[in-house]
């Protein structure tokens, strides 16, 4: 299964964006690739 992150220009909370986007990153799951 693939996810992805995506979110419109006009969403007025970047930072919430920012903060999900870290703990994805931050997320240590050996089965998880992560793409760039």
Do not use: D, M, Y
Not at 11 to 33: D, G, H, M, S, W
């Amino acid at each position: 299964r693939r996810v992805g992150l995506a979110w419109r220009r006009s969403f007025p909370r970047p930072e919430a964006v920012e903060a999900l986007r870290k703990c994805i990153l931050a997320t240590n799951l050996p089965q998880v690739e992560k793409l760039h």
